[in-house]
């Protein structure tokens, strides 16, 4: 494969992000779970045992549907012995509000729209950050990226002046990189958690039951075989031969021309100096393995690439 170095800005952005201190404004929509039944009520509603967590703490957890697809991936942060935040990616807010609202029958417990900033620092330097009182430091683990989202009025003033401001394209790379999964584009109410790889961060197998519980507990006592996995793909190509936006939703096909799944996420990646992207491939492709990723329009529509597991750097 052909490297490449991508555009400065970009270069900068991801260095401070992945080695340094990097800080990205994130998108969140946050909602207020409080109430004398706010505990049972969010254990009867969510995968992750949330009447374990101490006040302060915080894990995501999986909002399912009750045939177990997803509504939607969540973080739950403990305010108080009964109440709560939950926040979600932008845009979901209110369909995991609408879910949380249809089984609160009888049950003491409000849910309230916050509208609150999160900033996302990341890098070795952020982890060890505390926030001013007011702003919540939650602590953020996954395929080698590592750092803390600051969330609650004031988050932005609670940078340090030493993080970078970094944009999009960065954290995307980061994002991608990583094989973190994010609402809109691998993570839909068709998804089934462990295709996503998330049933170890989002799911505790020793708690009593929730709504969605029973297609998690039958998958994993089949071993999670499940048609298709969440993979990373790293496409041959410089930054200038390879426009990551038009792998967009293109088709990814096997050695003998068939296809196997469909790119959900895309971005010039710092860190392998290629094009990257994430898709679901079907469990029959040997990974990692070449594969081709086969764009609709224009010229030169083929791409050569290499399945991989995620995370694509650690």
């Known amino acids: 494969m052909t490297a490449g170095t991508g555009p400065p800005a970009l270069a900068a952005d991801y260095d401070a992000l992945r080695h340094g201190l990097g800080a990205h404004r994130l998108g969140r929509d946050v909602l207020a779970v409080a109430g004398p039944d706010a505990v049972a009520?969010?254990?009867?509603?969510?995968?992750?045992d949330v009447a374990a967590l101490g006040v302060g703490g915080s894990a995501?957890?999986?909002?399912?549907?009750?045939?177990?697809?997803?509504?939607?991936?969540?973080?739950?942060?403990?305010?108080?012995?009964?109440?709560?935040?939950?926040?979600?990616?932008a845009g979901f807010g209110p369909a995991v509000a609408a879910r949380l609202a249809r089984f609160r029958l009888r049950t003491k417990v409000e849910v309230a729209e916050r509208d609150w900033p999160c900033v996302a620092l990341r890098g070795p330097a952020a982890a060890a950050l505390a926030a001013p009182a007011g702003v919540r430091a939650l602590p953020v683990g996954f395929g080698g990226v590592v750092g803390v989202d600051l969330l609650g009025p004031g988050a932005e003033s609670a940078v340090p002046d030493a993080a970078r401001w970094c944009g999009d394209e960065a954290f995307e790379a980061l994002r991608i990189e990583a094989g973190i999964p994010v609402m809109g584009k691998e993570l839909d109410g068709r998804t089934i958690a462990a295709e996503a790889g998330l049933l170890d961060?989002?799911?505790?197998f020793t708690k009593g039951c929730y709504t969605g519980q029973e297609l998690v507990a039958r998958l994993d006592a089949r071993g999670n075989r499940v048609a298709r996995r969440l993979c990373?793909?790293?496409?041959?190509?410089?930054?200038?031969?390879?426009?990551?936006?038009?792998?967009?939703?293109?088709?990814?096909?096997?050695?003998?021309?068939?296809?196997?799944?469909?790119?959900?996420?895309?971005?010039?990646?710092?860190?392998?100096?290629?094009?990257?992207?994430?898709?679901?491939?079907?469990?029959?492709?040997?990974?990692?393995?070449?594969?081709?990723?086969?764009?609709?329009?224009?010229?030169?529509?083929?791409?050569?690439a290499e399945a991989r597991t995620l995370p694509l750097v650690v």
Request: aromatic fraction near 4%.
């Open 232 to 304: 990373g793909l790293v496409v041959e190509g410089t930054a200038e031969a390879v426009d990551p936006g038009r792998l967009l939703g293109a088709a990814v096909t096997s050695p003998e021309g068939r296809e196997v799944g469909r790119v959900t996420s895309a971005a010039w990646c710092p860190g392998l100096g290629r094009p990257a992207a994430l898709a679901y491939l079907h469990r029959s492709l040997a990974v990692p393995g070449p594969v081709t990723v086969a764009v609709a329009d224009g010229p030169d529509g083929s791409f050569p």
């Open 60 to 89: 995501e957890a999986l909002l399912l549907e009750p045939d177990g697809k997803l509504c939607a991936l969540i973080r739950v942060v403990r305010e108080a012995d009964d109440a709560f935040v939950i926040d979600t990616d």
């Open 41 to 48: 009520y969010l254990q009867g509603q969510c995968s992750q």
């Open 201 to 204: 961060r989002t799911v505790s």
